[in-house]
């Protein structure tokens, strides 16, 4: 079965620093895998997402994750961390049952420090 | 921009009571879906639903609950008797195709309170 696993529950970078939130796959087949982020009572807003098309695939607001098939990974990242990045990230996989649902990573909250 | 929208954005009810939560699905998608994520735990695939047919559900997903699209722009999810611990922010989404290399649209949600 095709899952997702977010390591870190909570990360904590300093204004300014790099952002890396890690995400592991496991998939039998060639998985479409996609970042949302959640704002504080708001619904959530996709990031990026990988459809084979690159390895490397680039989103909204600065942010860019690498598709790694031999770490099994899609880990995301920011050069330059901002006040306004503070939210919670999911990793998501797109399942292709009948009816094509999406998997959620437990998720990872991103505090910025000023 | 097209966005999936849903109403009411909070709701309120007592144990027991029957809700039903409202969303409209961008219009010439196909694919509709709700989710539900109860307070700090993951978002949770509930039911998808294609062709006025359900075509997927999960375990959460059992005889309280159904869903219907009873005209061209709504999607509704029912839960006939509300259950303390169905309080959670439930979101609908939709999709234009079924291939996975598409992404579903997420409405902003409705946080649902059981008392």
């Known amino acids: 079965a095709q899952s997702v696993t977010q390591l870190g529950s909570h990360v904590s970078v300093s204004e300014g620093a790099l952002v890396l939130l890690r995400c592991n796959y496991s998939s039998s087949v060639p998985p479409y895998l996609f970042w949302y982020v959640q704002y504080p009572n708001q619904g959530l807003q996709l990031l990026l997402k990988y459809t084979s098309a690159a390895t490397l695939v680039k989103g909204i607001n600065g942010f860019e994750a690498e598709f790694k098939k031999s770490e099994t990974s899609f880990h995301l990242t920011k050069p330059s961390a901002h006040m306004s990045d503070a939210a919670e990230y999911f990793c998501?996989?797109?399942?292709?049952?009948?009816?094509?649902?999406?998997?959620f990573g437990a998720g990872t909250r991103l505090f910025v420090k000023a | 921009e097209p966005e999936v929208t849903q109403t009411p954005s909070h709701q309120v009810t007592q144990m027991g009571q029957e809700v039903i939560l409202r969303c409209v699905p961008i219009?010439?998608?196909?694919?509709f879906y709700w989710y539900r994520q109860i307070l700090g735990q993951k978002v949770e695939f509930l039911v998808s639903f294609y062709n006025n047919e359900i075509s997927e559900k999960s375990e959460i997903f059992d005889d309280q609950f159904s869903v219907e699209r009873p005209d061209g722009s709504n999607f509704t999810l029912k839960i006939r008797s509300t259950k303390l611990e169905d309080s959670a922010m439930y979101f609908c989404?939709?999709?234009?195709?079924?291939?996975?290399?598409?992404?579903?649209?997420f409405g902003p949600g409705t946080r649902l309170t059981v008392l």
């Open positions: 998501a996989v797109r399942v292709g049952t009948g009816g094509f649902k999406t998997i």
């Open positions: 219009s010439n998608h196909l694919y």
């Open positions: 989404a939709s999709s234009p195709y079924r291939e996975s290399y598409n992404e579903q649209f």
